[in-house]
């Protein structure tokens, strides 16, 4: 018995639709332990008073948005290589849920901003590049949309995802030395000193990343659940004519 | 040289439209397809010119022998018609001569700027191409469409004399007659059933 | 090969003048900024080499889509695929063929821009070295997204949506040379970059789009 | 002629998510002008309401040549011409659902993009006013254009050509008028003069583009 | 009503192609075109149907009467069979209703994205339209290309039962034979003499 009889999708769905109500269920729970305990007990940050608090949406998302196109690129690969349907439907499923993490970072990253540096937007490195990571998604999720037969859609949107992980790479590179270069007044987002900080802040912090990685990967679940789903319908609709 | 075809399936936006497809053609040959619209002679020609993979069974035909020619043509409409061969002469590492404008009789045409052609003078550059570019197999998907019956015949003159007359082997799809020999494969019994295996069938 | 680079030169000038118009776009884009932006010469010297640098990039954006899309409408892209030649090396070709038509005239005609824009003129040579080692790999990027969407109708936006990410790092080095060339930093730095982005580019991206093209074919 | 919008906005939908891309192009763009012109924010505060209005242009003009070319290819073009539609009501049609389907959703995310680029808060009504009554004149001049290169291979640069200079006043005094919005001077002015010119383009242009139709399919 | 053409010269590309054509067709009347690739048929067809100007001589038909079918179809890709028939039905200020996709044997297709038809299928689409436009004069520009003898026949049932036999009037030109009962004009004779006059005849 290999670990490929679960790309099987009948086998897929069958394994996998009992778990996502675990995952969900710990997910959530870890979330709502940790936003609680991060948000109503722990003590106000004394140079950033209680804005620190954003750290616990903040940086899971930050976190997830990252790992959602490492796991789209890692799936990409497995259908190039061995063709099983459901990672390239996995990998479409993850985009959309990538993308929102993404926008959940820029957007409490911008609510953080406001307070923190003065301003909603910077053009700091980091922010950029979560920026052009939004980029990647969108035209990820586009090209998917934008053909019409599936398996073409998932060569074409896999070979995508290579390219483009090479360049994001080079885009984080290249963005950190414009900004670098052209000294930039804002503080860099506190991506030193914050962890240092007590455990105070860090161990309810652990607990939000652990829910927001459940909560991704029951989110992938059902989502390629739902596009096995809708694969088998356009199959069967396909078998009618 | 014979082109082999073994059980063929194959497959048009994930259905199956030919199933158990079985034929041999041998060196000097032609073979007609014939069926009505949307039988899958268009896809059975790509799939055989190795545009798209096979989704069952085998094609055999030595590599680099073949060539296919469309319902499009490929002609460049701002290019002159002796360039258009020239180019396609180029491609294949051959050269245009005399003798392909005169069995398609282009020879008055040869300067014109093919966009200013009619629909049966730019049939007859796309067909020409055919004879510059000196494949041995040939995958013709009707070729003789928008051409009057004089130059129905020079295509099946220039097919029996310089292309079969001389070794090739040729795969036609047609809905008119073009009186050339050749035994005629109907395609209709190898319709596939609706719940032939298709690619999506591990969703079934 | 070179039949092919032939043919789509020539179908470039004959086509209503190819190089001119790659070059009038850029040349437009460029006398824009300033009624946009207004004349004062102080910002403009601050912006012009990100503006030259953005403005080439649209120009080559611009003429993208037509890289495939002609020969693909006409037929003549499954013929080339059942040709003899590699599709790797009509991949190759097409880049460079649309860089001799769109990147080598704007490199040229750089310089006169930027004189338009008040850049500094320390910067006029890193201006023209950036762009002469940046523009192929804009050429080569675009190629493959262009492989990308050939199939696909309307695939121009969809084109642009997905190359301009790509076209970033080129974008910030190249730009990034010429403004430090401007304050007499040395650019070199980012100069050597975009070079190692274009070589990068055409060593690797002809078989990602030969790739995207077959499948497209399909 | 209803028919003719809704089957237009249906193919713009259909095709890959029409808005959604028209859209994208303009966001990138403006993403991509920090990365040529360097990330501080009084730069851009001061370029803001230029860039954006270029940016808006750019966008309008790279699916120009959509708009009358498909229908070209296919034969539609001579079927309608053919039809008891009037020209002049095609061309019109066309430039409404080039405007709907670009000038609308780019209009409504402006102020997001705005804020990008550091622009000033009082400049954002402007912003939002320029572009609601400017960007139906892009589109319906970009229709003219459109249909005057409608029969040309690789028509796209040279309608960009054509277009362009016919865009300018209208770039001009939108970009005005947030400029002057945001030095809290009153942009009025330049946005009358911007309704004026999307008025006239509308009540002369769609002749001028039937008339180039017309000429063109013969 | 009728359609009168007399002493029409047709030019394309600035060079007269066909000169001194005279003719009338009669209601219920079908007049087949017939000539060798580059006659000029298709410039012939275009300037009846008032898409380019008559270089001399006239065309006269009641106004808002006539249809034409080109080459190209004119059919959209990305939107199924039904809704490009309802497009052209309403463009023209009609509906499409079922007995259409009958006599075009379209039932089937209806739902279908007409850019996966066959070259076959979407030919018989382009030829519903004329089912829905309610014209009484149509210009047909090789209406059965791509058609096997099925669709061929199915096209000229529709042509004589529910065109003609009300009323209607065709102009087609084509290489085959449709199977319908109508004088044909061959067009060879009336081929413009190298010398005719053109519209640089200012410059002669
Ligand atoms: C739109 C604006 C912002 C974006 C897109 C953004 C993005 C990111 C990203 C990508 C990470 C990296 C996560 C990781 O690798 O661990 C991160 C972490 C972080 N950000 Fe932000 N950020 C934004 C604004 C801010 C602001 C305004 C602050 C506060 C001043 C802030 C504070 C932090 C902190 C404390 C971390 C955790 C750093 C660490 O422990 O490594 N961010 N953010
Ligand atoms: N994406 C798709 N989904 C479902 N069916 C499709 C798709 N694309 C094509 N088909 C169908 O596949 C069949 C085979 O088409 P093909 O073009 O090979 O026919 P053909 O024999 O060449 O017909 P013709 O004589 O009209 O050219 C047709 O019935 C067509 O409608
Ligand atoms: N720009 C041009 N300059 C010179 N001759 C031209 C030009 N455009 C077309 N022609 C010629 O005009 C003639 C008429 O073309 P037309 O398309 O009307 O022919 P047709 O009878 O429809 O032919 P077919 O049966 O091949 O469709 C052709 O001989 C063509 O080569
Ligand atoms: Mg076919
Ligand atoms: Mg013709």
New interface residues.
């Given amino acids: 018995m290999s670990i490929w009889e679960y790309a099987n999708p009948k086998k897929f769905i069958a394994t996998t639709t009992p778990l996502v109500p675990w995952v969900m269920g710990i997910s959530i729970s870890c979330l709502v332990v940790g936003l609680v305990w991060g948000f109503f007990f722990t003590p106000d940050d004394f140079r950033q008073g209680s804005t620190v608090k954003i750290i616990y949406l903040h940086v899971p998302a930050a976190l997830m948005a990252i790992n959602a196109w490492f796991m789209m690129l890692i799936a990409s690969l497995i259908w190039l290589v061995r063709r099983h349907h459901v990672s390239a439907l996995a990998a479409r499923a993850a985009a959309p849920i990538g993308m929102v993490m993404t926008v959940i970072a820029l957007i409490t990253g911008a609510i953080w901003g406001q307070p923190m540096w003065g301003t909603w937007w910077a053009w700091d490195p980091r922010l950029t590049s979560f920026l052009i990571l939004f980029l990647f998604y969108l035209g990820y999720m586009a090209l998917w949309e934008a053909i019409e037969d599936s398996d073409t859609a998932a060569d074409l949107t896999s070979v995508l995802c290579l390219v483009g992980s090479v360049f994001a790479v080079l885009s984080r590179y290249a963005v950190q030395f414009w900004n670098q270069g052209l000294h930039q007044g804002t503080s860099v987002p506190v991506a030193t000193g914050e962890r240092s900080v007590s455990d105070v802040f860090f161990v309810p912090l652990l607990v939000c990343m652990i829910g927001f990685g459940l909560l991704f990967l029951a989110l992938v679940l059902m989502r390629t659940a739902t596009e096995v789903r809708a694969r088998r319908i356009k199959a069967l609709e396909a078998r009618m004519r | 040289m014979t082109l082999n075809v073994s059980d063929l399936t194959v497959v048009?936006?994930?259905?199956p439209v030919l199933a158990g497809l079985s034929f041999s053609v041998a060196e000097g040959q032609a073979l007609v397809l014939r069926?009505?619209?949307?039988i899958?002679k268009?896809t059975l020609l790509?799939t055989l010119?190795?545009?798209?993979?096979a989704h069952e069974g085998s094609v055999d035909y030595p590599e680099?022998t073949?060539?296919?020619?469309?319902?499009?043509?490929?002609?460049?409409?701002?290019?002159s018609v002796k360039?258009n061969l020239a180019?396609?002469a180029?491609?294949?590492?051959n050269s245009a001569d005399e003798s392909v404008y005169e069995a398609f009789d282009l020879v008055d045409l040869k300067d014109r700027i093919a966009g200013?052609?009619?629909?049966?003078?730019k049939?007859?550059l796309g067909l020409a191409?055919l004879g510059v570019?000196g494949r041995k197999v040939l995958f013709l998907d009707?070729p003789t469409?928008?051409?009057?019956?004089?130059?129905v015949k020079l295509f099946a003159r220039w097919l029996s004399e310089d292309h079969l007359a001389k070794g090739g082997i040729a795969v036609i799809a047609t809905?008119?007659d073009l009186g050339i020999e050749a035994p005629e494969l109907e395609l209709a019994p190898f319709k596939a059933a609706?719940?032939a295996a298709?690619?999506?069938?591990?969703?079934? | 090969m070179i039949a092919l680079l032939k043919r789509d030169l020539v179908l470039a000038v004959r086509a209503g003048g190819g190089f001119g118009l790659g070059l009038s776009f850029f040349l437009i884009v460029i006398v824009l900024v300033p009624f946009g932006v207004g004349p004062e010469a102080e910002i403009l010297t601050r912006i012009a080499p990100g503006i030259v640098w953005v403005a080439a990039l649209l120009a080559a954006l611009l003429s993208l889509d037509r890289i495939f899309a002609l020969d693909f409408e006409d037929g003549s892209l499954p013929l080339l695929a059942t040709s003899p030649l590699p599709m790797e090396g009509v991949a190759l070709i097409k880049g460079i063929a649309h860089w001799i038509t769109t990147g080598l005239p704007l490199t040229l005609v750089a310089p006169v821009l930027g004189f338009l824009l008040h850049l500094e003129p320390s910067a006029f040579g890193w201006l023209l070295a950036s762009l002469a080692l940046g523009t192929p790999a804009l050429s080569m990027i675009g190629t493959f997204g262009a492989a990308l969407t050939v199939g696909v109708r309307r695939g121009g936006l969809l084109m642009s949506l997905l190359v301009l990410p790509l076209y970033v790092p080129t974008l910030i080095f190249g730009a990034e040379a010429v403004a430090r060339g401007a304050a007499g930093l040395g650019g070199l730095t980012p100069l050597l970059m975009v070079a190692v982005i274009t070589l990068a580019s055409f060593a690797l991206l002809p078989f990602a789009a030969s790739a995207a093209l077959k499948i497209n074919l399909r």
């Avoid at chain 2, 069926?35 to 949307?38: L, T």
């Avoid at chain 2, 010119?49 to 993979?53: D, F, I, K, M, R």
């Avoid at chain 2, 469409?145 to 130059?151: K, T």
Wanted: hydrophobic share 30%; no cysteine; aromatic share 8%.
């Fill in positions: 048009r936006g994930g259905v069926g009505p619209n949307g899958g268009t790509r010119a190795g545009l798209q993979p680099d073949g060539a296919y020619a469309s319902h499009a043509d490929g002609i460049k409409g701002q290019l360039e180019f396609w180029e491609i294949y590492g200013t052609l009619s629909s049966g003078q049939r007859r191409r570019v009707e469409v928008s051409l009057d019956g004089f130059s809905h008119i609706p719940d298709s690619s999506d069938e591990a969703f079934l």
